[in-house]
């Protein structure tokens, strides 16, 4: 089999990973570099910039330098998190045509898919000019919220890329695997990724080589970049309160702060105090203007102390759900770059009451776990089962508008479960599912995943019908329903494709069908409705009746076809009373054959 790439595809920077020659190792970039940064620049003259290049050049080019879209894709235009980006952003966010977000250059509309898809090809040239033979097939990972949008669109990414995308897996399930390999003890873990744009604690047990999540929580708006904001906010006061200069609509100036605050950052890692110092940052009338700030430790400390906190949380929901006391767990790893940050460390340590291992390196441990899955999957790693959890409960609609949870959050994958449902309506002849995702107890406050109709359900008064709907989430953690109704063994299955504007424009059709209805004749509708009934229920009960004809008596089974023959002459009548008559009578025919065909059920 071919080589199969491992890729960290991160908010703020990606990490390319392959497995070979017995250990997963890093691939670097073409500069030399062992991440890249997940940026993308489209200069005046047309040029596409990736990686580090795009970096550099930000300052100079801010309204046509991408970064940070893996908190958009798989979003809506309208969703909180986008909202939050679009006021921080230097670059312009708009709506697809669907209604997610995607970013607008030079008047071009990019998806954060293709954004995303740019950094990958990048990743995957690289890897190619590494081994020096073409490479397609990888495993990318994402951050463990991702719902099933998200994942489904990262997939996409990888797909535009030309990439073959073997298993999406999530970011600290790929760092435990990179940690655990190998290490024959067993015990609890918890990985705590805090990176630039996400963060995540997934709590894992595992045993001679083998991981199972117990419980992943965090935040798809809580990272390094954040602490960023923060401390340009900071340098921005204090700028407006030293010369009357409101930094704000200066988008130049807001690019080198960034730079600046992310850099004083990384420095305080090490060093207790620096200096920021940005010469000829702006100009008034009086000439130009100079920032100058010393900043230290403390003081960092005390600007993010409450996002560190915010984690921490995550951390005591995570413990909560996986049942475990800190001291249980028997290892605490760090992920991410911020987790280079010493209050980091300090205050993960004193939450779980002891050292985080550093053995893993946090800005390579996502890739190198990927690596090793792809390695796995080759056939090169042998004795790795790795399982997953759903991040987010899966359900149906129910009577009431209510969600009816199939596979509750943070159940193991894959995993596969079976319900039995029944109709609400006599002679009700199709089911209507309608999946979602999510934990709020009404149907509307939950994410829609998809919409599908099982058909041909024989005719039965309410509550007699079986209909066994199974949802099937396989390893990386998509999902298929397939509703089977057990009188006639029909079937019918989805495979859950999240792309939200089509279920958008399903919703869309039938609300234009309700509207239309509401125009026309009563009557004639009354009267389509009957034929339709009519006509469904002839099918069905023909249908029913050459599966059943064995276990019915011979009167029994002339008055159905008698009552068959009726209903066929009587379809185009225009005589309401009759066409109900003729139905009535029809469905109590067929209501014997149903009786049949269920008994064995009951
Ligand atoms: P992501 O997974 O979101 O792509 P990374 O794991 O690469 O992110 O982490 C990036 C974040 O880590 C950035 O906010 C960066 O500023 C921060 N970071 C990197 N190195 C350090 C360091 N030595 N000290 C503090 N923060 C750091
Ligand atoms: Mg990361």
């Avoid at 602490?227 to 690019?255: C, K, N, Y």
């Avoid at 205050?347 to 792809?374: C, H, K, M, T, Y």
Wanted: hydrophobic letters at 40%; charged letters at 25%.
């Amino acid at each position: 089999m071919d080589k199969v790439i491992g890729i960290d595809l991160g908010t703020t920077n990606s990490c390319l990973a392959i497995f070979e020659g017995g250990v997963a190792q890093v691939i670097p970039n073409p500069e030399g570099s062992r991440t890249t940064p997940s940026m993308v620049a489209f200069t005046p003259d047309g040029q596409r910039l990736v990686g580090s290049i795009a970096k550099r050049q930000a300052v100079a080019n801010p309204t046509s330098t991408v970064f940070a879209t893996k908190r958009m894709i798989g979003r809506k235009l309208k969703s909180s998190e986008v909202q939050r980006m679009q006021m921080t952003a230097p670059y312009k966010i708009a709506a697809a045509d669907n209604g997610d977000a995607c970013v607008v250059v030079h008047g071009r509309r990019y998806t954060p898919q293709e954004i995303g898809a740019f950094v990958l090809r990048q990743l995957r040239e690289s890897a190619q000019e590494y081994l020096d033979q073409s490479v397609k097939d990888a495993v990318i990972t994402v951050p463990a919220y991702f719902d099933d949008a998200q994942r489904q669109a990262t997939r996409d990414a990888g797909r535009l890329a030309g990439l073959n995308v073997l298993r999406i897996i999530n970011e600290p399930t790929a760092a435990a695997l990179a940690y655990g390999i190998g290490a024959d003890a067993a015990g609890t873990i918890a990985v705590y990724d805090l990176g630039g744009g996400t963060f995540d604690i997934s709590i894992l047990e595992y045993s001679q080589g083998v991981f199972q999540v117990k419980a992943t929580h965090g935040d798809t708006f809580l990272g390094g970049e954040d602490i960023d904001v923060r401390l340009m906010d900071v340098l921005i006061e204090g700028f407006l309160a030293e010369t009357g200069i409101d930094l704000h609509s200066d988008p130049v100036a807001l690019q080198r702060l960034k730079d600046a605050a992310e850099r004083a950052k990384v420095e305080l890692s090490t060093v207790e105090e620096t200096e920021i110092s940005l010469p000829f940052l702006t100009a008034d009338a009086s000439g130009p203007r100079h920032l100058r700030r010393r900043l230290t430790r403390d003081e960092l400390e005390s600007i993010c102390q409450d996002l560190i906190e915010a984690t921490l949380a995550h951390c005591q929901d995570a413990m909560q759900a996986a049942g475990l006391q800190p001291q249980q767990i028997t290892d605490v790893l760090l992920v991410g770059g911020m987790t280079k940050m010493p209050m980091v460390q300090r205050e993960v340590a004193r939450l779980f009451q002891r050292q985080p291992n550093r053995s893993v390196n946090p800005d390579e441990a996502v890739a190198v776990g990927a690596a090793i899955q792809g390695g796995i999957l080759a056939g090169d790693v042998g004795q790795v089962l790795l399982l997953d959890v759903v991040p987010l409960s899966l359900g149906l609609e129910t009577s009431g508008g209510l969600m009816t949870k199939l596979i509750p959050r943070n159940a193991t994958v894959p995993c596969s479960l079976t319900e039995i449902f029944t109709t609400s309506e006599d002679y009700q002849p199709l089911v209507n599912l309608h999946i979602l995702q999510g934990e709020r107890p009404l149907a509307a406050d939950n994410t829609s995943l998809a919409r599908f109709e099982l058909v041909g359900i024989p005719p039965a008064l309410r509550g007699v019908p079986k209909i066994e709907v199974t949802f099937n989430i396989d390893a990386n953690g998509i999902l298929s329903v397939t509703a089977r109704d057990l009188g006639t063994r029909r079937e019918q299955q989805v495979r859950v494709r999240a792309t939200s504007g089509l279920t958008e424009s399903a919703i869309e059709r039938m609300l234009a069908e309700a509207e239309q209805y509401q125009d026309s004749d009563r009557i004639n509708v009354e009267l389509a409705d009957m034929r339709r009934r009519i006509q469904g229920l002839i099918y069905t009960t023909e249908r029913s009746l050459a599966e059943s004809a064995n276990y019915l008596t011979e009167t029994e089974l002339s008055q159905i076809r008698a009552d068959l023959e009726n209903a066929r002459r009587s379809i185009d009548s225009a005589d309401l009373y009759r066409i109900q008559q003729v139905l009535k009578e029809l469905e109590k025919s067929a209501f014997r054959i149903t009786e049949v065909m269920y008994k064995d059920f009951a």
